[in-house]
C-alpha cells in the first residue's frame, strides 16, 4: 500500500502545492483524492477550507517471500581409518609466483535517466476581428456588470468563428481568479453568460469563454496525464482512478486513451465527483 499525508489549504490547489512542496515531488509523482472540498461561500462568507490526502512512492506489487527450505537431516557416518602418513621426500625450492598484473576493469556507464516527455503549449488560433452584432453587445455589456462585482478589470472581446458560435476572451492580468480551480469559475461565469445572452429569445447561440489560453493549456495537460497514467496501468496492471472532472475533461481523457492498446476507461460516480477509471484491459496480451 502506498504512503500519503493529509493536507488542508484555502482550496484544493493550495493544499496540492503544500503537499507537493512538503514532500519535494512533482504532481505527475503523486495521486490525489479529496477529502472534502473547499467551500467559498458567497463574497467570502461561509467558507471553509479544503482536505485532501496525496498517496506517494512506488506503486509496485510486492512479490510473495518464498519460505526456506528445510535442512536435511545429518546422516550417521562410520568414521574412516586414517591413511599412514607418506614419507617425506627432499624438499624442493619453490619458485616464488609470478605477479599478475591487475587489468583495470571496464568503466560501467550509466544511462540516463528517461526525460518525461513535455507538454508542447500551441500558440492560440487567429480569431480574426472582434464582433459587435447584437449578441456581442449583449456579451460584454453583461460580463462587464458580472466582473465589476467581482473586482476586475478585464477586458471583454468577443469574436465570431463560426455562425452561432461566439468566442469570449478575457484579457488583462491576474485573472487566475476568474479562472478558479480547474476552471470551475471559468466554466460558471461561461454558463450564466449563456443564459443571460439566450433567455431574450431569438435564436439561440453557443458562448465559449476563454482567459490565458487556459482551455488549450488544460486539454494539452490532460493528455500528457492520460499517457502518463495508461503506461503506469499497463506496466503495473493495476486500474488507476483520476481525480474529480467534469464532464469536458472526461471526454478529454477518454478520447487520448481510446487507441491506447492495454487499458481501457470508464466513468464512475456522480457530479460533481464523477472520477475517470484507466483500468488494465486483461483481454490484450503484452
Sequence with gaps: MRDYIDVTGKNEDEAISKALAQLGLD???VSVEVLERAKSGFLGLGACPAKIRVYYGPEEEEEPIPAPAPKPEPVWEEPKPRPAAPEKKAERKERPPREKKERPAPEKKERPAPKPEPVREEPP?????EVDDEKAAAIKAFLKGLLEHMDSA???????PEKGRYKVIL???GLGALIGRRGE???AIQQLTSYAVNRGGGPRVRVHLDAENYRAKREQSLQHLARKVAGKVVRYRRSVTLEPMNAYERHVIHTALQDFEGVTTYSTGTDPNRRVVVAWDRGERH
Design 154 to 160: 478585464a477586458e471583454v472581446k468577443v469574436y465570431l
Design 27 to 29: 504532481r505527475d509523482d
Design 125 to 129: 488560433v487567429p480569431l480574426g476581428e
Design 171 to 173: 484579457e488583462g492580468q
Design 185 to 187: 469559475t471559468l466554466d
